[in-house]
């Protein structure tokens, strides 16, 4: 079965400061790979994902992740980062099925 | 345009109640359909998945049940809810056969049990 981690619980970065959030996944195949922002007492929307093709993609928000077979990570990344960003961030890691599993989350936190 | 509907978005229920919590989702046809459940520091949990009417996939054996009734309604269930059923309960909808669609959330039930 597939899984997911999240090492970092929380961030805190300085607003226009950049940002990477680590996420490694456990997969026998070709995982399909998903980032999702969760903003307080809401729902959680697509940032962006990946499946094949170019290993660097580009979601909202300006936000981009790079997927790395040898190292079983699909990072995300943002280079200046703004206030609205502070949330909750989920990797998820699909498979040849219908389930999705989700990482612990990470917090960030943008400080001034 | 597709959209999804959960509801009550918020609910405070004593030990041993039932519950419902139900979820529908508007705009598509024969969706897959998903309960998790969202613990503080714990990320999301799968609790069940439909891919189709009266089809249910449970991964979390507890004392929650879901139903599919029709196409687009999924309904979450407890009929003598724990404490340990507090949390922050999510429904999703998937349109693309197989793992590449991305999964769509509603808003979010928060259930508080006291």
């Known amino acids: 079965a597939q899984s997911v981690t999240q090492p970092d619980i929380h961030i805190t970065v300085s607003e226009g400061a950049s940002l990477e959030l680590r996420c490694n996944y456990s997969y026998g195949a070709t995982p399909y790979l998903f980032w999702y922002v969760q903003s307080p007492g809401q729902g959680l929307q697509l940032l962006l994902k990946?499946?094949?093709?170019?290993?660097l993609v580009q979601g909202i928000k300006g936000f981009e992740a790079e997927f790395k077979r040898s190292q079983s990570s699909f990072n995300l990344r943002k280079p200046s980062v703004h206030w609205s960003d502070a949330a909750e961030y989920f990797c998820?890691?699909?498979?040849?099925?219908?389930?999705?599993?989700f990482g612990a989350g990470t917090t960030v936190t943008v400080r001034a | 345009s597709q959209t999804i509907h959960q509801w009550p978005a918020t609910l405070v229920q004593p030990v041993g109640s039932p519950l419902s919590l139900e979820c529908t989702v508007e705009g598509t046809s024969n969706p897959n359909l998903y309960w998790y459940r969202q613990a503080a520091g714990r990320g999301l949990q799968l609790l069940f998945y439909?891919?189709?009417?009266?089809?249910i996939s449970s991964e979390v054996p507890q004392n929650l049940s879901a139903s599919r009734p029709q196409d687009r309604q999924f309904i979450l269930s407890s009929k003598k809810l724990l404490l340990s059923d507090s949390g922050f309960y999510l429904c999703?909808?998937?349109?693309?056969?197989?793992?590449?669609?991305?999964?769509?959330f509603g808003e979010g039930s928060r259930l508080t049990v006291l």
């Open positions: 990946y499946f094949s093709g170019d290993t």
């Open positions: 439909s891919v189709g009417i009266g089809q």
């Open positions: 999703a909808w998937r349109g693309l056969a197989g793992p590449t669609g991305e999964l769509f």
């Open positions: 998820a890691v699909g498979a040849d099925d219908y389930k999705l599993s």
